[in-house]
């Protein structure tokens, strides 16, 4: 996600829109819900906790499960903004325990674990099912649900982005929950399968490849599936009138669509960018290794997000902010982000100043101004007093207040990037890029921390690097400026 561009009213709109959902304790099924309730669940077992263990967001993901798989069928009507559906999750106990939490916010009407009806409890954010799992059982759920998205909001955002013809399921870190249950964390990754169904004239486009679409009446159901598990915020759904190109660029799908609702004049010079995300891609191999992932895309939405997002394999931009820079910050994603996520949420560094530190390479090897250059102006233009050393890269939230302001502040992106610029000249151009190229094989499809980054890149270096990670990473004073710190 690159640095956010939030106009005043699209500010004092997302405060305007608050949770008011109270507590729902249901079943579903009728007169076989209690046995099969009850035929897994002794009392004995310690509960499911109603969170993954993220000081930062402490009710994001559960405990006690790893979700397997989503297979994800809503249906979205525009006149009335409704969104109702179900998704079926396949689910893994990783503890004994007598029930177990999703994330949801919109209002459910039934949940089933393998076919029988199951007592839940709903309040806000969690949906806590009645029913008990082993370490190692792998069960179906089937959850019922059906809302407004746009009347809920957590952890202070308030986050559906809809007209009266386009719809985009899309933001950071946070985005499941309006849409579908998950366990709403990066350290749980699952494949998922996305049908969305709406009226016959719209378009819809996910992750992924389209499987199909099927006509039924005056709507039409379009199924799109991702070969690759991720994070359940990386998963998105777009609907509306859009303009789709799609073609095959060394031996991979590419599919890139623009929203037919932006201005005629702006529509070809969008597409025009977005035919080039193969060649991005290309470009960006030569410098981290082969592209995670099997497909390649973007979207371009009429709606004003503020902001871009790096959904896997198809990243979507705001209007008026599709430029070569943002393609490359995105796509760079897909490695750091995506096929790399966060183990916790204070790591984000290593997502966005990542993806900064490539735009700046991009530049460096296309005529522009050098990484080194980009760091020394960035250093010698910040005070010590400046706002870029007001917080400590690696844990930007030390109140865990606030923290989805914090966690995107402007100095996390920018000395995230500064920070891997200077160790490259630390350590090195050669051992710097063999460090990206082992971090991102060898963690590709999972997560990564700061300690364990800091620990490969002194292994790789073969150098005592505490005191210049401690200078750029866990301190919020200007480094001194020395050969040490990658500054010399």
């Not at 099997?294 to 997000?305: K, M, Y």
Request: proline share 5%; with cysteine; aromatic share 10%.
């Amino acid at each position: 996600m690159p640095r956010p561009r939030l106009s005043a009213a699209t500010v004092v709109a997302g405060l305007a829109l608050t949770l008011t959902v109270g507590l729902t304790v249901g079943w579903v099924g009728g007169a076989d819900a209690g046995p099969a309730a009850d035929r897994t669940s002794p009392s004995s077992r310690p509960a499911g906790s109603a969170g993954i263990g993220d000081p930062y967001f402490p009710h994001d993901g559960n405990g006690g499960i790893d979700v397997v798989s989503y297979d994800v069928h809503d249906r979205y009507g525009f006149q009335r903004r409704r969104l109702s559906g179900w998704t079926e999750l396949r689910i893994r106990g990783t503890a004994e325990i007598s029930r177990f939490n999703l994330d949801l916010l919109l209002p459910v009407r039934g949940v089933r674990v393998d076919g029988h009806a199951v007592r839940f409890s709903h309040r806000g954010h969690e949906l806590t099912i009645r029913r008990g799992l082993h370490r190692g059982e792998v069960v179906t759920v089937l959850v019922r649900y059906a809302g407004e998205p746009s009347r809920y909001s957590y952890a202070g955002e308030s986050n559906w982005l809809a007209s009266a013809d386009e719809v985009v399921s899309m933001n950071q870190p946070h985005m499941a929950p309006w849409w579908f249950p998950a366990n709403d964390h990066p350290l749980d990754k699952a494949r998922i399968r996305v049908s969305i169904t709406v009226p016959q004239q719209y378009d819809v486009v996910s992750n992924g490849r389209r499987l199909h679409r099927k006509a039924h009446g005056s709507w039409a159901t379009t199924t799109w599936r991702a070969d690759e598990p991720m994070v359940p915020y990386l998963a998105f759904f777009a609907a509306g009138h859009f303009q789709i190109d799609h073609g095959v660029s060394d031996g991979r799908r590419w599919l890139v669509a623009v929203s037919q609702a932006l201005p005629t004049a702006t529509r070809p010079e969008a597409m025009r960018l977005l035919r080039e995300t193969p060649i991005i891609t290309r470009w960006l191999e030569t410098q981290l290794g082969d592209y995670p992932f099997s497909t390649v895309g973007g979207l371009v939405t009429s709606l004003d997000a503020g902001f871009a997002l790096e959904n896997q394999t198809r990243p979507t931009y705001a209007p008026g902010g599709v430029n070569r820079t943002t393609l490359v910050h995105e796509l760079a994603h897909q490695w750091f982000g995506d096929s790399v996520a966060v183990h916790h949420w204070s790591d984000i560094w290593l997502n966005e100043g990542a993806a900064t530190f490539m735009e700046w390479r991009y530049d460096e090897t296309h005529g522009g101004t050098t990484a080194a250059r980009m760091l020394r102006e960035s250093y010698d233009g910040a005070d010590a007093d400046d706002a870029l050393w007001d917080g400590r890269v690696a844990s930007p939230c030390p109140s865990h207040r606030s923290c989805v302001d914090r966690i995107f502040a402007d100095f996390v992106y920018q000395r995230g990037a500064m920070t891997l610029q200077a160790l490259r000249q630390r350590i090195g151009g050669a051992d710097f890029a063999r460090l990206l190229r082992r971090w991102l094989v060898e963690r590709e499809g999972g997560n990564g921390s700061t300690a364990q980054f800091e620990s490969l890149a002194e292994k790789v270096s073969g150098e005592d690097l505490g005191g210049f990670f401690a200078a750029w990473l866990h301190s919020s004073s200007k480094p001194a400026d020395t050969a040490a710190n990658g500054l010399g």
